[in-house]
């Protein structure tokens, strides 16, 4: 493929990546972790504070770049936000992606840059994603900037080279502090593959000279590359005090990034609810069927592409070292896999980190394969069902289960339902005397109130308590909303009072709507009078 055609293509593919992010982006209901993210950032938005948080939250990268989507919607409080600008920051970043891969330059052909663009930005499960307003595909772009920063500092390690090194891991770092395992699992592919480059140099060597010479040649290279590495680590260091600091207004959040790290190690260590067995990313990605009438969601095409593309990598590993980034990101993608893996404590988003690498060894294992063919009708067909297939899971995944169990990678999503309570509470705030000014109460643990407080985000007049028995009376709430569980433990004589309803949260989670009796009557007395 020649560069102007696959400038062209890849012009289409960016084209094509952002309309199918864009395209219905509210479409599905706010996870409850999307809509604590919302309130984190709007808490930022309002009052431009922000205090780095190290049980819960991750890094700040996702606060301080919602601003600008915010500022530019016109935005400026919690209540105005929507969800199309929040996820729309995401979707930047799912696009950005692209854009950073062609980085990767010479590093590949335009056949494998092109097709591995291709799966990038079709990918269900990375699109899914994308559309979700969380700091994982924040990490995956400077995940994947650093991987490929790495390499080039390591082929060519200067001060420029190194500066885009410390941009990309102080963000990647400010994104999540996890980002631990990526600085360690690249670091061990680069050695792995400049140790496998070094035994294949040295087995078909002749002379102990040239072993000496290999080694003073990496001797000279350490000398030259110290000095801009203390450049990278003092960039690094440099952005990740500024976000993790809150802009210098909360420097004690820096230090608490580390201390974070041991709390994320025993949560990861633990697993908890989050408990997951070892193959568990990649039963989601092989083979996922739900119900006896559900639909087949498989990414076993790519999975078989990739095999294909870090097979050849290795196979092809040259005793020149600037040669062997295929190598590199085989290796790279794989121990990320594997330490994922190994840690009990697993959700669907984790894989995206890993499975970016896998989709761009699919594209080398592609174009290896349609090589191979020499009938180019043949050729038309495979790329043709290649295709339709991605097209379709990309349709099953993110438009028709985009809120449902037997989507693969729907994980304690919030259920449509949900929104006909939310929906009910705004209709009944139409009737109200008070309107959005009416005392509604809302009685949950936590994990079934969110993201309840980002629908109820125009109501002025919201209480919160995780227990009935904090609470004495219902009244003189209009509205109450309560966890089943909850409401259950109120007296008949009280619930009397109020119009019961009763809505899924989330799979096997109900939420109960109390609707105080006069508030009921007016409501049913303005729509009967609407219809007539």
């Known amino acids: 493929m020649r560069r102007k055609t696959f400038a062209y293509l890849f012009v289409l593919i960016l084209a094509a990546a952002l309309f199918v992010r864009l395209y219905r982006l509210d479409l599905r209901p706010m996870h409850h972790d999307e809509a604590n993210q919302a309130y984190k950032f709007g808490q930022l938005l309002e009052k431009g504070e922000y205090r780095y948080d190290p049980s819960d939250h991750h890094g700040p990268t996702l606060y301080y770049f919602s601003l600008p989507f915010a500022w530019l919607s016109g935005q400026k409080t919690y209540a105005e936000l929507t969800e199309n600008t929040l996820r729309g920051v995401t979707v930047f970043f799912g696009v950005l992606i692209l854009l950073i891969f062609l980085t990767a330059g010479q590093n590949l052909t335009f056949s494998e840059k092109f097709w591995a663009a291709f799966f990038l930005a079709l990918s269900p499960p990375l699109l899914y994603f994308n559309r979700f307003y969380i700091q994982e595909t924040l990490f995956v772009a400077f995940g994947l900037a650093w991987v490929i920063c790495l390499w080039k500092f390591f082929q060519k390690p200067d001060y420029e080279e190194a500066a885009w090194l410390g941009i990309s891991a102080g963000l990647l770092y400010a994104t999540k502090e996890t980002s631990l395992i990526v600085f360690a699992t690249s670091t061990l592919a680069l050695f792995l593959v400049w140790y496998l480059s070094w035994a294949k140099s040295r087995k078909r060597g002749n002379h102990k000279s040239e072993h000496k010479a290999s080694q003073k040649e990496a001797l000279t290279g350490i000398k030259k590359a ?9 960039i690094f260091m440099a952005i990740s005090f500024v976000f993790y600091s809150s802009f210098f207004r909360h420097p004690q959040g820096f230090l608490d990034s580390f201390k974070a790290i041991s709390g994320y190690s025993q949560k990861a260590l633990s697993g908890g609810w989050h408990h997951h067995q070892f193959w568990y990313y990649f039963s989601l990605l092989f083979y996922h069927k739900g119900g006896a009438h559900s639909l087949v969601f498989s990414e076993i095409p790519f999975l078989l592409l990739a095999i294909i593309g870090a097979v050849l990598s290795f196979a092809r590993m040259s005793r020149k070292n600037s040669e062997n ?5 085989a290796l790279f993608s794989l121990a990320t896999a594997l330490v994922y893996s190994i840690i009990p404590y697993k959700t669907p988003w984790n894989l995206l980190i890993f499975y970016a690498g896998f989709l761009i060894l699919a594209g080398v294992g592609f174009v290896y394969v349609v090589e191979l063919i020499k009938i ?10 290649l295709l339709f297939w991605t097209g379709w ?18 994980y304690a999503q919030t259920s449509p339902d949900f929104l006909r309570l939310v929906a009910r509470v705004d209709e009944l705030s139409q009737v109200a005397e008070e309107g959005k000014n009416m005392f509604i109460r809302v009685i949950a643990p936590p994990d079934e109130t969110w993201p309840l407080p980002w629908y109820l985000r125009k109501f002025t007049k919201v209480g919160y308590w995780t227990a009935s028995e904090q609470v004495a009376t219902l009244e003189p709430a209009k509205i109450v909303v309560m966890s089943a569980a909850e409401a259950s433990k109120r007296s008949e004589k009280e619930l009397e009072s109020y119009v019961s309803q009763y809505y899924s949260l989330r799979p096997d989670v109900l939420m109960a709507l109390l609707i105080r009796q006069d508030l009921w009557e007016n409501y049913k007395l303005r729509k009967t009078s609407f219809i007539h």
């Open 226 to 234: 110290a000095l801009p590495l203390v450049v990278a680590i003092l």
């Open 325 to 329: 980034f295929r190598g590199y990101l």
């Open 376 to 385: 180019r009708q043949a050729r038309i067909i495979l790329a043709g069902a």
């Open 393 to 410: 899971q990309t349709y099953l995944v993110n438009y028709y289960f985009h809120s449902y169990p037997d989507n693969p990678y729907v």
